[in-house]
């Protein structure tokens, strides 16, 4: 069945490390995106990218950082810089401009502080 | 002001009633409306996608769009326990890459 995966489910990070949050795609999607969900908040674009080897920032993408090397895949890390990190992480993607086609969600990783 | 809203709820309701969940925007660029479902601790699931105004329907479940009152709607009908979730709305503008912005959630509950 295609769909996005997203590891690991649960993710605990101690002061000053940085941790990588896995998202991988067999939709063939051209576009992914990464969002942070905190309670009482909509969702929050952290980085999207739309084409293999390029990214570009969302609305708060400051203390994180992404790659696309491969098409399947966008891994973002969460460096020592977010003072905040606590949040459920969800992984989208979507075919991309101009499509306009909806996106679709990983089940998330929950990253906790130590 | 928020550029869309979305009542948090909780909303509960019986088994079988009739669930009418809401959202507000302020920006009249929108053209696309998308209604999740999100059950706890999972990713959102999508239920519905509408292009401009009007209804759409699929099962239980109908989406309506006014954008003369920037107000859209899902309704879901004969409600079950398993519809309890939290339903994100969702809208983008047209053309380009544009951002798609998230309500934060109306939580609905549906008592057996």
């Known amino acids: 069945d295609g769909g996005i995966t997203q590891s690991p489910k649960y993710l605990f990070r101690k002061e000053g490390q940085n941790v990588t949050l896995s998202c991988e795609q067999n939709l063939n999607h051209d576009a992914m995106y990464w969002y942070r969900q905190d309670p009482g908040q909509g969702l929050r674009l952290i980085y999207y990218?739309?084409?293999?080897?390029?990214?570009q920032k969302g609305d708060i993408a400051e203390g994180y950082s992404v790659s696309r090397e491969k098409k399947e895949s966008f891994p973002l890390t969460v460096t020592s810089a977010q003072k905040n990190p606590t949040a459920f992480y969800l992984c989208a993607s979507d075919r991309g401009r101009p499509s306009n086609q909806p996106q679709h969600f990983g089940d998330g990783t929950r990253l906790s502080i130590l | 002001q928020k550029e869309v809203e979305q009542d948090p709820g909780p909303l509960s309701v019986p088994e079988g009633a009739i669930v009418s969940l809401n959202c507000t925007y302020s920006n009249s660029a929108f053209q696309y409306f998308m209604w999740y479902r999100q059950y706890s601790r999972k990713g959102p699931e999508l239920l519905m996608y509408?292009?401009?105004?009007g209804n759409k329907e699929d099962g239980r479940f109908t989406a309506q769009v006014d954008k003369s009152s920037k107000y859209i709607s899902l309704f879901i009908r004969d409600s079950q326990p398993s519809d309890s979730a939290t339903y994100l709305c969702?809208?983008?503008?047209?053309?380009?890459?544009?951002?798609?912005?998230f309500g934060t959630g109306t939580k609905l509950q549906v008592i057996p």
């Open positions: 969702a809208m983008s503008a047209e053309g380009g890459y544009q951002k798609v912005t």
């Open positions: 509408t292009y401009s105004s």
């Open positions: 990218s739309q084409i293999v080897n390029d990214f």
